[in-house]
């Protein structure tokens, strides 16, 4: 299985933004990015996936490296309630599963 | 729209005791389901997987199984819980396989086996 390495966990102030990095180096070509998080006591939710180009929504953007081999998922203003555990995961087309690592816990400071 | 239901939601169970989590997805078809367990503090281990009715897939041998009766239904049981049973239990369901869609997770099942 293609693997990812994230920081165990980060800090960030209140309303500052956040960069969540993600490290992919065996990724192969047919591989998405997909970030998902987990609030406490809840199921993660999913928040953003591509492929090769930078992506938005409404609640992040993922800026994906032009040789694939790392992202960053972007929040642009953090609040409170950003604090969770982000999953960075690559979901392999040949497969219908995908595996969580143990993601990056982040902590917002008020 | 789809959407996921699980239940109960939380569960204390004695240790040898059998169990039955359920899980259903509604407004989609054929959908992947998937059984998660994540552990006090660890992170999210997959433990079965179904493309379609009666098709399942395990990942980790263990005392639990799981069943699709129906094409929107997952169903997790033991017949006997240990303590390592315990857990928070999450179902999934996803769309055409996950390559290009999401995950979808249900609320979860908080299992204490005592």
């Known amino acids: 299985d293609a693997k990812t390495t994230q920081p165990n966990s980060m800090e960030s102030n209140e309303e500052e933004p956040v960069h969540l990095p993600c490290n992919h180096s065996t990724i192969s070509g047919t591989d998405y990015i997909h970030w998902y998080r987990q609030l406490p006591s809840q199921g993660p939710e999913y928040v953003i996936h591509?492929?090769?180009s930078n992506v938005n929504n409404r609640m992040a953007s993922l800026a994906i490296a032009e040789d694939r081999k790392s992202s960053t998922l972007i929040l642009h203003r953090a609040t409170l309630r950003d604090a969770a555990v982000y999953y960075c995961?690559?979901?392999?087309?040949?497969?219908?599963?995908?595996?969580f690592g143990k993601g990056t816990r982040l902590h917002i400071l008020p | 729209s789809q959407t996921i239901h699980q239940w109960p939601a939380t569960l204390v169970q004695p240790v040898g005791s059998p169990l039955s989590l359920e899980c259903t997805v509604e407004g989609t078809s054929n959908p992947n389901l998937y059984w998660y367990r994540q552990a006090a503090g660890r992170g999210l281990q997959l433990l079965f997987y179904s493309v379609g009715i009666g098709q399942i897939s395990s990942e980790v041998p263990q005392n639990l199984s799981a069943s699709r009766p129906q094409d929107r239904q997952f169903i997790l049981s033991s017949k006997k819980l240990l303590l390592s049973d315990s857990g928070f239990y999450l179902c999934?369901?996803?769309?055409?396989?996950?390559?290009?869609?999401?995950?979808?997770f249900g609320s979860g099942t908080r299992l204490t086996v005592v």
């Open positions: 591509g492929l090769t």
């Open positions: 999934a369901w996803s769309e055409f396989g996950v390559a290009n869609y999401g995950y979808t």
């Open positions: 995961i690559l979901n392999m087309n040949r497969d219908d599963k995908i595996i």
